[in-house]
């Protein structure tokens, strides 16, 4: 049975309901959208962890990823976790809103399209990017 209450969405819904296309203006970076930054709370210099996938890059935020290290701590498979978590690359939220890809973990070509999708992964969020194309 539905009670007929409705609790609004929260603030990264709108971001996160379908993946955005991004032109890479300088080889290497990709500027985030506003409404990313925003739904994220991100603001320059937050840090952000870096993971390459097959087809893509996943960019988790840091603030988060620790937090729930922080509160899981306790035997060693979650000790190998947080050591896998700290020895990731990681890049910064420059003052333009944009992110340093390094070259190794994905090729940002100037001008090329890419898919940047927002998701909501137990109790964080992550960003995934990737070409268009898929051939990365």
């Not at 840090?47 to 996938?53: E, I, P, R, T, Y």
């Not at 290290?69 to 990681?90: D, N, Q």
């Not at 973990?105 to 998701?119: D, Q, S």
């Amino acid at each position: 049975m539905k009670s007929g209450i409705r609790l609004p969405d929260p603030p990264w819904a709108g971001f996160f309901a379908e993946p955005r296309l991004v032109v890479i203006e300088d080889e290497g970076r990709v500027r985030l959208p506003p409404e990313a930054l925003a739904a994220l709370d991100l603001r320059p210099g937050d840090l952000l962890s870096l993971q390459k996938h097959a087809i893509s890059i996943r960019l988790d935020l840091y603030r988060e990823m620790l937090a729930a290290l922080r509160g899981s701590l306790g035997g060693p498979e979650e000790a190998r976790l947080a050591r896998e978590f700290l020895e990731r690359k990681k890049t910064q939220v420059g003052e333009d809103g944009s992110v340093e890809i390094p070259r190794e973990l994905m090729v940002l070509e100037a001008g090329r399209t890419y898919v940047l999708e927002g998701v909501r992964e137990g109790l964080g969020h992550a960003l995934y990017l990737y070409s268009d194309e898929c051939d990365v």
